[in-house]
């Protein structure tokens, strides 16, 4: 049963029930590997070495572990007559590629439905729209994602644009940065938004001349108002859409990914892919902490017997925990417990153990919080999602609780406040092995960088983001002014001041709706410019923050696996360590920076597991 302390309603944070571990084991007794890797070249990324200078030759894999990484010649003691030998021919291995923020999860509702991110026009949105309603007739809501903001005038998309093609059911169309849905009537008038409607804390509905809803709503609390009153995507729809996007991450080299805001409906389907052994990357999963509950977050709830034994249908624990609330709007994107860190410290392929909280907003929405105003609207800084005072106690609550946390934090200004809190809980709970990330960081005071390095946080950086293209030119460039749109996305430096960096693609916000192939990623980061597929700006942007390859390719393994707490387990190639391995066509040492990309990954193995082979790769 649930308990409730009373007088306070409660975070909701949900820990799914995991069974597998990570703790390396051995499929028998025998001295002989059951897989040998020969004539590779293998990177092994170990920390304090050479590697990138004197790759191996070979790596032999036993159960789910590296039994040994060597030379051809000297692994040869490890092939019995039932090892399973192959010959690489030359071929690069390197540890498997850790996405360390994306939204797998996410993506099935980010790009459900009509994709509008080649849209140049009004007109081609209102095309596709049309289209897609008519393709679909069974479907009571249209959904839609990708659009761009320099579509648009200075006031901005209009409900009236949709309304035109689309009046008679609810149209939510999500922005390519996630920030911000697009709403027609119908959808305003379901969740009974109007002029007299307040803004929630942590969102904002934009305005007309006239005082009226434009159909604009920005971040989660004020898109929430719209989504709740529609049908949800079903843990089953998710699953359906895990089982195409998790396959293709394996064939990317992705073993394992911080998949960085789940809902129930998420959790849910995960566990049962989990459960079915079905799980080709290993999943880190992060819990939104939402300030529309403010302080009523302070009390955990506790939980006294396992949330999938009490409650194996999501939608039936929606309503207890909601029918016991005063509070029927609390949206339902989080479900918590008290006494989570036996949760937290089951080891599978599936675990939750970080606290998500989104502190501002986004550049393009005008919500990213500055130091300084907006160059374009000199009235503004920006936004702040939470009430500073709850969200300090918010943080010190999840870090006295033992939460590894994640602050999205956009402008130089939720970049210092973020750092105000994180020191805040530091000294009221004293320091420890926290490794606290603070994502994005587009702008940073350089004040700040010395702050990130004696609090230890991890900086969660998207190198795919980090060119000139038309989103700068339009937006960043007008909206921040010359001097902080060329300071933007800093790398180098940071990893100059010997703080962390680890890299993700947050895939499927952004620009690049079709990457998450993290070879993209690394490329951008060795060259600050763009794929050719996405722009045709040929000048490196901020070329004094490039970094090197071996410097890329430890953020995207390594560093990933240390801000994971996975260190001992996987990150590198060692001995002992789990068999997450992978296989690429060429050695990207070898290759031009700009050409990084170029190469494929043609095995993935996820703890001595093969979960993808391109079986035209080998010859032998």
Known sequence: MLKQYSGQLILLICIAFLSLTFIPVQADTGPYADIVLLN?????????TDWSDHPLEAIAIKGNTILSVNSSQDIQKFIGPKTRVQDLSGKMVLPGFIDSHIHFGASAELTFGVNLSDCHSISEVQKLLADYNSDHP???VIRGYGWNYFLFTESG??????????????????????????????????????AETPDPQGGKIEHDSNGQPTGVLRELAATNLVTIRVTPLSSKQIEDKLNVILPKAASYGIT???DAAL????????????????LPVRIFGEIVAVPELGQKQMALMELEQDIFNTYSDLNLLHTNINSSQTDSNIPPDSIALENISEYRDTKGLFRLQTGKLFLDGVVEGHTGYLLSPYTDKPDTNGM?????????????????NEFQIDIHSIGDGAVRLSLDAYENAQTENGERDARHKISHIQLINSSDIQRLKSLHIIASLQPNWFYYDDN??????????????????????LLDNDIPVAIGSDWPVGTDYLT???????????????????????IPYRPEERISLKQAIESATYTGAYADFMENYTGTLEPGKLADIIVLDRDLFSLPPEDINKAHVIATYLEGKKVFEDPQAFTS
């Open 40 to 48: 590779g070249s293998v990177y092994t990324v170990e920390q304090n």
């Open 138 to 140: 069974e479907l009571d």
């Open 157 to 194: 998309p209009d409900k009236a644009i949709i309304d035109s093609v689309i009046s008679d059911k609810p149209v939510i169309l999500t922005s390519f940065d996630g920030h911000a849905s697009w709403v027609n009537s119908k959808a305003l008038e379901i969740a009974d938004i109007t």
């Open 256 to 258: 394992t990914a911080d």
């Open 263 to 278: 809902t129930p409906e998420m959790i849910a389907a995960y566990s049962h892919l989990e459960s079915q052994g079905k």
């Open 384 to 400: 702040i999602n939470w009430n500073i005072s709850e969200f300090n106690q918010m943080i010190s609550l999840l870090d006295r």
């Open 472 to 493: 700068f030119k339009n937006v960043s460039l007008p909206y921040l002014g010359e001097e902080r749109a060329e300071h933007m996305y800093t790398l180098k430096t």
């Open 516 to 538: 998450y192939n993290p070879l993209d990623g690394i490329r951008t980061a060795v060259t600050r410019l763009p794929l050719p597929s996405n722009s045709t700006y040929t």
